[in-house]
């Protein structure tokens, strides 16, 4: 299945797709060769394949990491990380984080790291290079925490009833433009509008269908991590409570 889901209008946008399913991203990266970056010498860094998206301060991509282990002397920049596969776990000083397949953190920028992997592994990844530092520290992203309320799509582009939403940030960077965490909302149908920021989303429950404005629909379910990019033009309809762990890069 191919990762472009969408044509945009060439005239308004670069052609680059709406909608990128990524966990099939992670499984056409595990059936090919390993891609290393240069310079790097660990493999948690090295071991990469980024998306093709316009420049800018985020980047969006799969790490493959085989069996063994590493250390990471210092994180550039804050990373959000989800597990498509495998086992994982970080260890910073007397912090551990165990992931499995689905989990998710953020590696906040300035941190070091031991990571080991017990048998071959495959991330996703979204690295924002935001002006100012992080505080070197591992965040799990917790997908039971209490859910507070949260903001509603704007009334003019409701169809129907207007949701109740709810939400839960683990992470924000300091200038507030890359944050991650847990979002749910009842059903609720929403006109196209044009996206301000890159969304990695995680479906931790329900289902959702998104439209792009040359037509094409994609049903997203839970399990599925997809990505919806930033200038895009998408409607969302879910016809059940959904769930999901985020990303968000929304420049100010």
Not at 143 to 155: D, N, Y
């Amino acid at each position: 299945m191919s990762q472009m889901f969408g044509q945009q209008q060439a005239a308004t946008r670069p052609s680059y797709p709406s909608f990128i399913d990524l966990r099939q991203f992670a499984r056409d990266l595990v059936s090919g060769p390993v891609r290393r970056v240069d310079g790097q010498l660990d493999a948690f860094l090295a071991n990469r394949t980024p998306l093709e998206l316009p420049p800018g301060p985020v980047e969006i991509g799969a790490i493959r990491l085989e069996a063994g282990k590493g250390s990471v002397a210092e994180l550039a920049a804050d990373e959000f990380i989800i597990l498509c596969d495998g086992a994982l776990t970080l260890t910073q000083e007397e912090r551990t984080l165990e992931l499995v397949d689905g989990a998710s953190a953020v590696l906040s920028a300035g941190s070091r790291f031991d990571w080991h992997c017990p048998a071959s592994a495959t991330l996703l990844y979204m690295r924002y290079h935001g002006e100012t530092a992080g505080d070197a520290s591992l965040i799990a992203v917790d997908e039971s925490a209490v859910l507070e309320p949260s903001g509603t799509p704007a009334a003019e582009l409701l169809i129907g009833e207007t949701p109740s939403c709810r939400n839960h940030t683990d992470y924000r960077s300091t200038d507030g433009e890359f944050v991650c965490g847990t979002w749910d909302a009842t059903p609720y149908h929403r006109r196209a509008m044009e996206s301000r920021q890159f969304e990695l989303m995680h479906l931790l429950q329900g289902a959702v269908n998104v439209v792009d404005d040359t037509g094409v629909s994609r049903t997203f379910v839970k399990g599925d991590i997809f990505l919806v990019e930033k200038g895009a033009q998408w409607s969302w309809e879910s016809r059940e409570v959904v769930k999901k762990v985020y990303a968000i890069y929304r420049p100010a």
